[in-house]
DNA sequence: TTGTACGCGTTATCAA
DNA sequence: TTGATAACGCGTACAA
């Protein structure tokens, strides 16, 4: 079934049809009526390789979503889906594998789909700094800061990531925790890390809390490496009482693996995540955290990008607030020393 | 950059450097490597539409998963890409919505991308009884019981839903409880719940208890629904001392639901969950579940699809293993009773 | 071993 | 308001 096939059953020609199809005005109603009901009928679709192909520029705009299963991502989607709607653009989403290059992916995108805009989820910065130059649509990244960046159509839009986990140590030390122990993703490749980082060391220093490498663990943002984490992190160093992990599945995998030692959480050991994910909100302990703003990163996201579409505006760098949310799995400690 | 530009920059033609690409014998050395690296000096990439649109038959096989963020089907989709990688067919995996029509789609891809085979993970068989019929390819169906359709091209693997709920219910039976309540998936729309409803039964009927509509909630596959499920479940049956959630996402939002009633599981209440999934794993308490044997379904799965493919073989139906996992989750209780 | 030319299904331009 | 026809980028007979 092809547009031929459907002008040679109605008796209009292919261009026609095609104007039907597309809704594209200067058709007689009779016309329409025709081609649409034998279109219905029919079960007919439109080629999309061959529309892509000959379209020298789409309608839409598309996200490129970096690392499948991640809850985040998921529920940005959603939110962007809802922003999305409200204007004329259909969405589009593609799912990359966690070591995918996302820039890659785009060139390809650009070149065979030809949207309007372009929206990362994730992939690490130095993707954008080595090959975005070639990309030429107006883009933003979520999560991902770009503001360092010297591209004129990638704008990014944040959670200030170090302020972020300066909060979460700030409130690990007000509920009287000095041993306290941080769970990273891999500072090489994830650029939010890095500033997690930058932000933990600039608490713990207002603090007079010595930055010593036997604080620190690295480990892959899965359940499986946070428990992991957790373990190589009590061995290196017995007298920790509170544990900061960079991302809320981290820090359910390192409960658990706590809890499978005998440290009860949080009377023996606290710990705070990073996200504000569903699962940590029915974990038990249910998950103290710091959340990101999901529907403010879309919201500011879409923003930005419609902004580029249709006012060429320059890239634009923008942070979003987070929200210490208190829970269960951090406790006060009685302490002497102030 | 198309293959028009590579042949004018390499002096040969376009038939030559599509040669090149396509890895096709009768290519002199000397123009492979001249074409080869002009193509990675530029980057070039083949434009797939193009590509699709003229190939009248493809070389991989594309996997439909319904329902983004599912943790069965996502590990699911790992073993699937680990078994063809043993092969020559390249996989590729498209997601879609909870609500689409896989079926529609694969419709849709059978005709532009042209894979030798389909896979779906998920997907109601509603949907397959309705309109699988237009699809020729060779396909199978995860999860889904397609034995009762008349389709010759539609093989499928399944867990023994029926059998394994029944399990499930013996071992919370095994285990002194006799006041069961099931959380189930929602029956109308899931052919797997209905299996497993049926199991429950067949389980409650043979033990003497009653099959009454007091015992059972619908719920989504959420976190959020099983929560609300849960209560909903203990609202109308008080005495209530075990749960067997269809879905370990559903078990664990009622073990919250408990946990903020101020019911502890297991001692006051026992939940045994489905699936097996990670978060299940580092769930405090640890979740009791019947676990599905992914990989073998991964493996059996691509198996069919392969004979399917290469021997034309008609539609097989499997079941595969599935594993009471015995954890914290369910407690036994002191019944004088028997 | 290489080049030429046609067609995949659509959109878009131009003439009718 | 409609119809013919030229692209889009590629694969592939077929000819050279």
Chains 1, 2 share one sequence.
Not at 107 to 121: D, N
Not at 214 to 238: E, P, Q
Request: hydrophobic content about 40%.
């Amino acid at each position: 079934m092809t547009i031929k096939d459907l002008a040679r059953q109605t008796g209009y020609s292919v261009g026609t049809v095609s104007r039907v199809l597309n809704g594209q005005p200067n058709v007689s109603d009779k016309a329409k009526q025709a081609i649409l009901d034998c279109a219905n009928k029919s079960g007919f679709q439109l080629n999309m390789n061959a529309k892509y192909l000959k379209q020298q520029r789409g309608d839409g705009v598309m996200a490129l979503v970096t690392g499948t299963s991640n809850e985040l991502f998921a529920h940005m989607i959603e939110h962007i889906q809802r922003e999305l709607s409200q204007t004329q653009y259909p969405l589009t989403v593609d799912y990359l594998d966690e070591n995918e290059d996302a820039v890659h992916h785009a060139l390809r995108i650009s070149r065979e789909k030809k949207p309007l805009g372009l929206l990362f989820l994730g992939g690490n910065s130095q993707m954008f700094a080595q090959n975005f130059g070639n990309v030429s649509l107006p883009s933003v990244a979520l999560t991902a800061d770009a503001s360092g960046l010297p591209f004129p159509n990638l704008s990014s839009v944040t959670t200030d990531d170090a302020a972020a986990a300066e909060c979460a140590i700030d409130y690990l030390y007000d509920c009287g925790h000095r041993e306290i122990g941080v769970i990273t993703g891999d500072l090489l490749v994830s650029g939010p890390s890095r500033l997690r980082y930058t932000g933990c060391s600039r608490a713990l220093v207002r603090h007079g809390i010595d930055v010593s490498e036997a604080r620190f663990v690295t480990a892959r943002y899965s359940y499986a490496a946070g428990y992991d984490a957790a373990l190589r992190l009590i061995a290196k160093n017995s007298k920790i009482t509170a544990i900061f992990a960079m991302s809320d599945v981290m820090a359910i995998g390192a409960i658990r693996a706590l809890h499978d030692r005998g440290l009860r959480v949080p009377e023996d050991i606290s710990v705070i995540g990073f996200d504000g994910i569903d699962p940590g909100t029915y974990y038990i302990p249910n998950l103290t955290t710091i959340r990101q703003h999901v529907d403010l990163l879309a919201k500011r996201g879409v923003a930005l990008l419609l902004q580029g579409i249709e006012n060429r505006a320059v890239a634009t760098h923008e942070t979003v607030p987070f929200a210490l949310v208190e829970r269960d799995s951090v406790i006060k400690r009685n302490f002497r020393e102030g």
